[in-house]
């Protein structure tokens, strides 16, 4: 079963930023937070990961709380190709393989 | 562009054929994955391969037979489906070292029909 918790679908206009929430609250201390997306018919496309620290990179920025519990996928200036479902998961590196739940229908509209 | 190929694109089939799906990786990965994406449903872990040994099968019907002949390819043997196993098939590779698994890279997927 997954263990994380993210809505169903969000809106977001195109040329904002896109907040997409996470919550992890039986996350382990040795457990990693991965966002993946995946545009229509395709493949899922690796995001970003982290462990407890905020972590940035060309596509998104994520900001974890310092509980861990939770945290919140940012796309800066969203374009109407990050129109995706994101997927959240929460893995350690250790003998665990990736689960994905359902996941966040992300729209970006014109 | 990933790193991982997937061909077919696309492929019908009859109950009563056998095809094969192929995966190519191109990064170097010493593990490789099979995944099941069902119409409006969370992906789902066929198989696993660790230097290309099958480490995991998840209870799996035998009418899909993988195979790993070295750690750059990954087929499944497709025999006998039935329509409910028409969906997207996705391959997937990444780096483990010692029980380390890192980050997953996955393959464009096939889509399969089965008539």
């Known amino acids: 079963d997954a263990k994380t918790t993210q809505p169903p679908s969000m809106d977001c206009a195109e040329g904002r930023a896109a907040n997409l929430p996470c919550n992890h609250s039986t996350i382990s201390g040795n457990e990693y937070v991965y966002w993946y997306r995946q545009i229509h018919s395709q493949g899922p496309q690796y995001i970003i990961h982290g462990l407890k620290n905020n972590e940035t990179n060309e596509m998104a920025s994520l900001i974890i709380t310092e509980d861990r519990k939770s945290s919140t996928l940012i796309l800066p200036h969203a374009t109407l190709r990050d129109t995706a479902v994101y997927y959240c998961?929460?893995?350690?590196?250790?003998?665990?393989?990736?689960?994905f739940g359902p996941g966040t229908r992300l729209s970006v509209l014109p | 562009e990933t790193g991982v190929t997937q061909t077919p694109r696309h492929l019908v089939m009859g109950m009563t054929n056998k095809k094969s799906l192929k995966c190519e990786q191109h990064l170097g990965h010493n593990a490789m994955y099979w995944y099941k994406q069902s119409a409006k449903k969370p992906l789902e872990l066929m198989f696993v391969y660790n230097f290309k040994e099958q480490t995991e099968n998840n209870s799996v019907p035998s009418r899909f037979s993988p195979e790993c002949p070295n750690s750059s390819h990954l087929f499944l043997h497709l025999h006998t489906l039935q329509p409910e196993d028409s969906a997207l098939y996705l391959c997937?590779?990444?780096?483990?070292?010692?029980?380390?698994?890192?980050?997953?890279?996955f393959g464009p997927g096939t889509r399969l029909l089965v008539l």
């Open positions: 997937a590779s990444s780096q483990e070292i010692q029980g380390f698994q890192e980050t997953q890279y």
């Open positions: 998961i929460v893995r350690a590196y250790y003998g665990q393989n990736f689960v």
